[in-house]
Structure formats: C-alpha cells, structure tokens
C-alpha cells in the first residue's frame, strides 16, 4: 500500500472514531435529539466554560514548549535567569493570526508557521521551531482561513507533511495545478463528476428547506483542494467535531477561530463598522453590541427563539460543515456582484450552473445561517436590526479592510501577550502590503463598535511605507505603560509583512493554479520571512523574539529585563515616529518584471528630513539636486544597483547617496536612495557595507552567507535594514503616547519595490526549490481585501480569460 494510501485510511480511521459526519453523512443539515431544556446561547461576558477548561489542558503543553523555546532563543545571552523566573509563577500565552490574501495568504502563512513547528526539517536550526507547539490560538481569516482550515481539520497535520507529499496532477492537499473552475483539467470526466456532486449536494440541502447560494457552491470547490482524502472534498465534515479528536481533547494543538462579515438585511456590502462572528469548534457568534451573545457551534442552524430551540428537544446537526464555514470566512463573490456589469452577468452564469431548480431567498452572493442562531436574543446593546432578522448573512472576514484577524486575539477576555500576525494584504497594484490593515484594526476601536476591543497604537500607512515597517518585522505596543489610554492593555503585535526573499510571493489574490515549484517557492518565502532570511539578516532575531514572547509577563512581574532584549527592543520596536507630513508624493511601482504598475504613495526620506532640505548627489552629474529633480533626471541614469536588486530589474534605475543619510554610515550602514520609474527610495545596501568608503557604490558587491552561522559579514547585528538614526519624536495625535522604549525603524523602501533581492547562499528549507513566480491565472481580476469594491480587468486579452472560464461552468 502506498503511504498517501495509508495516510487516507488513517484521517478515515480518525474521521469513524470522532464520528465526524452529518447526521445525513451528506452536506445536508439534518434533525438530532437535545435536551428538551437545552439552551443553546450565551450572553458574551466571558470565556465559554469549554473554551476555558481546554485553555487550561493547552496551558499544560504550552508551558513546557515555551520554556524549551525560549531557553534555546536566549541561550547566547549573557544572562538568562528570567526564563526560569517567568515560568516559575506563570505562563506567556501567545496567538497566531493568519492574513487574507488567497491563495497567495495560504502559502505565506505556510511559510511563517512551518519556520515556528518543531515538526519542520531545519526549524530547530534555522527557524523559530517549537514556537508554534506554543501557541495557544491561531486565527484565521479570508486566504488564512485556507490555510488554518486545512491543517486544523486534517487532524492537526505539519506543512512539512504537507509538501513531502505535494505533486502536481495528483489530487493531493494544496494541489493546485488545476483550478477550482476547471478541477479536472484535461479530464473533463472528473470536472463534470465535481460539479455535479458539487449542485447534488446544493439542491439536498435545499430540499430539506434550509436556505443556499452560491457560497455553499465555493465552499464545496474548495474543499477538494484542502480535504482530497476525504469523499467529495470533506462534505460531510463537521466544525464542531474537532472537540473530539484527540489532539484537539488534549490540548496538543491550538484553538482555532475564523472570523465572518455580518451584511445586514438591505445592504450589499461591509465596512468597519460590521459586525464581526466568531467561529470556534464550540462556538459561534459575536463580542460586538450589536449581537453581543454566543450560540453553541454543534447545533447551529437549529431554529430557536432566545436560544431555546422552537421544538423542544429537537435540535439540528450538520449545519456547522466545515466547507460551509469556511466559506463563510472567504467568501468574495459578493463583492464581484456588487461590481454590477461583466460580473453580476458572470455570478448569473455561475447561479445557473450550481443553482438549477433551487429556490433561494435572492441573496445568492452571501453565505446564509438560517435560522438566524440569535433571533429573539436580547444581549445586544444597540442596533437591534440583526437579531431581528430571521436569517444571518455572512461574507469575507476580511472585506472591511481589518484582513488580519486580530480581532479574536485581542479580546481581554482570552488575556493574550503576544500575538504573530502575518500581512498578505495587495495594498499595492504589484500586490505588496503597506500596512492598511495595521491601521483599520486600530482605528476600529474608536468605533462604537469596536468599543470594548483594544489594540496598540499603530502609525498611518504613509509612515509605515516611510519608516520601511511593511517590509520587515516591527514589534508594536512594547511598553504596557503607554497604552493605558486604551480600553485594555492589549498583547504585543509581532508583525510579519510580506516581501521577497528567494520567491516573488507578490501574486494576485485572483491566481487560482499554481505548480509544484511555485507552491513551494512561496512556502519557502514564507519561511525566510518570519526568520529574516534564516537568520542571515539578523542572526539575533531568534533571541528578540524570545523577548517578545516574554514582555508582557516581565512587564507584569517586575523583572529585570535582559540588555539582549533591550537592544532587540530598541531595532524592532515602532516607537511612535510619524513621517508622512515630509512625503514626496510620487507615483510607485515595483522593478519586478512580472509585476503591474503600484498604487500611487507617499515615499520621504527615511530621516524624517524636510522636503526642501532633502538633496541628493546624481551620480552622472556630480551636481546636488532635489528629489523632484533627481526624478525628471532619471531616465537618462545608468548607475547599477546592487546586485541584490538586479533580479528581475527591466526598469531604467539610477543610485545616489542622500547627503541627509551620510550619519547612517557611521552606525556601520551604506545606505542609498534609488531612482526606480519615478519612484524615490532609501534604504540600506548590505551588499555595499563592507565597501562603504565607496560612497556612490558604483561596484557591485556580492556576499555568501551561511545558514545559522554566527557571524557573517552581512548579517552583522545592525544590518537589519533598520537604522536607529530616526530624528522624528511623536508629538502628534493620539499615536505620540505609543512612543515605546526605541528609537525608529528606518528603511524608507517603497512598499511595492520589494522583489526578491538576496544573493545569499541559503541551506534549501522545507527542501523547497526557487523560481520566479509566473502568477499565470484564467482570472486577471484583482481583488482587494482592503478595497474590495475596486475590481479591474487589466487586459481585454484577461476579460477573454474569464468569458472562457464561465463558458467551462456551463
């Protein structure tokens, strides 16, 4: 028998033993007896009793993994006594939030969380292994919902599972060589066999008189992509039935929480002031006053009036399938119906194909919970109109611009410390982040309906872009003491946004086919960015993030903090500086040579220098210029860049020294400012450091670095591409009492110029192969978490593309 063979009939075997089927074994809901005094919702004042009693079985594996984690993370310290000090009284509880993004997100966050599992082959060595056995939540949202739904319900499976048995054609997890509208590629048998299992199982549910749309179709595709071991891709599986599996009983694993947009009734689409849901294997339902109540996950879709179910001691099981709601977590076709045009014509063709002789309620772009679990609930505080209505509405956890989950995270309730969180977001035409999502969590809370979260304070994205935070790992809110104007002190926030190491992970969110090698390049990406580059770029890194699991703990206790993490502290941490009153505002675009034109944003110098006092020295010229003119001059530049930056590079490019930079070299960096298509950059050149007496850097520089080595000419303690040569002090807004304990970050990089740009010589991990990423796709519709309303058709030739595809689904 072959292993994926056996690898089949064990998660079977798991599958009988949890008794992990509707009651129909089919995608149909169907009736169950309950207790006939059963109540089936709570008041959202507190944890669930279950959530509370599995903590504490979590805690008791959490501890000892953290402990291991951080003894090995601060082992080069010159005193590490706090590890025992800490964990003598008390445990770190830390979180993982997995970002929106496609598919582009689930590979990312591949990535980010195998370089934290012990599991993975080299993540001891080379990564931050044993930190992901430590964590006691993961959330999930849009494309992260992919990704934490695929190893959450494939009984807590490792992404290194994952990819050793990852082959193209096969079927396989994550086996995207065929899309979700073409499953079967050449083999139109299997497509047609797909799609008509995917319409049988609609029209059963409809049937038995529960409401559907296209959402349930999008959910059942997908599941054959995260659940192929399983019969017609896991429809049949239930949410709630991971409470039984035993990884999950003993506590072995993190609890997942997927969020989804509540559409009120009348509307068409979401914003900030949405209500969010909350979906646990115990529990579904919202924080926010305008439902404020939990209802129990096993029997949603049981109609009940203030949570007692209608037909005493009758109850409905089922409903809570796992490709439904994770639908309900990733759902964009509204936002593709709400465009009107091409695309309601295309969700049309898509409802005849998948909804044939249905009767639906007319909402056929949402994912509907009907009955609605909190009608007749009186929790809530203001806004009466959801738990009025009779069915629940559901879209994209992300579509109102918050594409990072933090929100289940930070409640005080669940008494987080720190919380990972990965940025996928396309914030950029070239799809690269800026932080947008950083800052809609932050300013959320000023809302009434965000009125009992808290988050710490957060720069605009100008700033973010400016400071060069969207580029590399920033810690925020690292002093407690700051962010006591807040409702709570909230956890600290590890970010990790997306950028190029060895793969160009800048792919559309609409790309639905990837190739073995594509799919590995991004996991692989995935793991150089939550280890800067294997350590390479910082061989401390490992240790800061020691000291960001241990902050809030030694903040609290009172213990003496570590002069390792001081100086961790003082490179990673936002320390309140706001740059964008001294933009230049240019159009950006990346230098990848598969990447579109950028959204147009500010970029300033990285000293917060004022824009008539920033000059530049153009190199062709020897004359001292302004940005604007360096700008109108550049098309006739032909200075290199350095090597690093020249993959992928087709775009006249030119390299200066800012003259307002020259202190940096003192602080043992070279820094440049590069002319690329318009668009002003400065960071610094880790190629050129070793020649940076060389002060135009007209030479390229080329440097091996070893994995895990100690010390590499490159990866010195300050080559993190962060200076702390910042000279703004917040004084401004309510950002000036987030001022923490360092000086800023500074790189000044434009977000979309960020392609992969590392000459070093890494050990492979994840035995994972490069290329550059093709990002071919049938679709050329880029879809926005953060604008989800802004869809564009970038060619006539892409529009072509889709009117193929929708033909194939009729």
Not at 71 to 85: E, G, H, P, Y
Not at 283 to 292: A, V
Request: with cysteine; aromatic share 8%.
């Amino acid at each position: 028998m072959q292993m994926k063979d056996l690898a089949v009939v064990a998660f079977l075997s798991y599958l009988a033993t949890v008794n992990a089927w509707s009651p129909t074994n089919s995608y149909t809901p169907g009736k169950v007896s309950c207790d006939s005094n059963i109540n089936l919702i709570r008041k959202a004042d507190g944890l669930a009793p279950e959530e509370s009693e599995w903590l504490a079985k979590r805690e008791g594996n959490t501890k000892e993994a953290l402990k291991t984690f951080l003894d090995r993370a601060t082992s080069k310290f010159s005193d590490n006594s706090i590890v025992d000090s800490i964990f003598s009284s008390t445990t770190p509880r830390v979180g993982f939030a997995s970002c929106g993004g496609g598919y582009r997100a689930m590979f990312v966050d591949a990535g980010v969380v195998a370089a934290m599992d012990e599991r993975t082959v080299g993540a001891n060595e080379n990564g931050l292994g044993g930190l992901l056995q430590g964590i006691s939540y993961m959330a999930g949202s849009s494309g992260g919902s992919f990704f934490t739904t695929t190893v959450t319900y494939n009984n807590w499976t490792s992404v290194q599972e994952i990819i050793d048995q990852m082959k193209d054609g096969d079927h396989s997890i994550w086996d995207l060589s065929n899309s979700p509208t073409n499953p079967g590629g050449s083999d139109t048998e299997y497509t047609n066999e797909v799609f008509a299992n995917i319409t049988e199982s609609i029209k059963l549910k409809n049937e038995a008189g529960f409401d559907v749309s296209l959402a349930d179709a999008w959910g059942l595709a997908f599941g054959y992509y995260f659940f192929p071991s399983l019969p017609r891709g896991g429809y049949s599986y239930q949410w709630s039935d991971i409470q039984d599996a035993d990884v999950f009983k003993n506590g072995e694993m993190p609890l997942l929480i997927e969020i989804a947009k509540v559409e009120k009734a009348g509307e068409t689409s979401v914003d900030l002031s949405s209500t969010t849901i909350e979906m646990s294997p115990f529990e579904f339902g919202s924080w926010e006053p305008t439902i404020n109540t939990f209802s129990n996950m096993k029997y949603l879709g049981t109609e009940v009036n203030n949570g007692s179910p209608v037909n005493a001691g009758e109850c409905i099981a089922g409903f809570d399938n796992v490709d439904f709601l994770t639908s309900a977590s990733t759902n964009v076709i509204n936002t593709l119906n709400n465009n009107g045009g091409f695309y309601a014509s295309m969700i049309q063709s898509f409802k005849t194909r998948f909804l044939p002789n249905v009767t639906t309620t007319g909402h056929i772009d949402v994912n509907i919970a009907a009955p609605n679990p909190f009608k007749g609930t009186s929790n809530y505080e203001s806004d009466s109109s959801i738990v009025d209505n009779d069915q629940l509405y559901l879209v994209d956890g992300g579509i109102d611009g918050q594409v990072i989950p933090f929100t289940p995270l930070m409640r005080k309730e669940r008494d987080l410390d720190l919380v990972i969180a990965t940025d996928t977001t396309a914030d950029t035409d070239d799809v690269w982040p800026f932080g947008s999502a950083l800052v809609a969590t932050y300013e959320r809370q000023f809302m009434e309906i965000g009125k009992t979260d808290a988050f710490p304070y957060v720069p605009d994205t100008e700033t973010i872009v400016n400071l060069g935070i969207n580029k590399n790992p920033t810690f925020f809110g690292c002093n407690s003491s700051n962010l006591t104007d807040l409702a709570y002190v909230p956890p600290l926030v590890v970010y990790l946004p997306n950028r190029a190491y060895s793969y160009d992970t800048n792919v559309s969110t609409s790309v639905l086919t990837y190739t073995r090698e594509q799919r590995l390049g991004m996991i692989r990406n995935g793991f150089e960015i939550a280890t800067r580059n294997n350590f390479t770029d910082d061989p401390d890194f490992l240790g800061c993030m020691g000291c960001a699991v241990m902050r809030r703990k030694q903040e609290q206790i009172g213990l003496e903090w570590p002069s390792e993490c001081q100086q961790c502290f003082q490179m990673y941490c936002w320390n309140g500086t706001i740059s964008n009153s001294n933009t230049v505002s240019v159009p950006s675009s990346s230098v990848s040579s598969n990447s579109s034109t950028a959204v147009s944003t500010g970029i300033s110098s990285a000293t917060g220098a004022s824009t008539e006092n920033f000059s530049t020295i153009h190199i062709e010229t020897s004359t001292t210029v302004t940005c604007h003119e360096c700008e109108e001059a550049q098309a006739t530049a032909t200075v290199e860049v350095c090597d690093e930056c020249e993959q992928g590079n087709t775009q006249v490019t030119a390299t200066v020294e800012c003259e307002e930079c020259e202190e940096i070299a003192t602080n043992g960096h070279h820094t440049t400012t590069t002319l690329t298509s318009m668009t002003t950059t400065t960071q610094i050149c880790e190629e050129c450091e070793e020649a940076q007496a060389q002060a135009t850097a007209t030479s390229p520089v080329t440097v091996s670095a070893n994995v895990g080595s100690e010390s590499t000419e490159s990866s010195s303690n300050s080559s993190n591409d962060y200076s702390n040569n910042s000279n703004g002090s917040s004084n401004d807004s309510s950002n000036s009492s987030s001022n923490d304990s360092s000086n800023g970050s500074s790189n000044g990089s434009s977000g979309s110029n960020n392609t992969v740009n590392s000459s070093s010589s890494s050990k492979p991990i994840l035995q994972v192969t490069t290329g550059v990423a093709s990002a071919a796709s049938q679709y050329g519709v880029i879809v926005n978490e953060n604008n989800a309303d802004s869809l564009v058709i970038k060619s006539f030739v892409t529009l072509i593309a889709i009117v193929g595809t929708v033909i194939e689904l009729l």
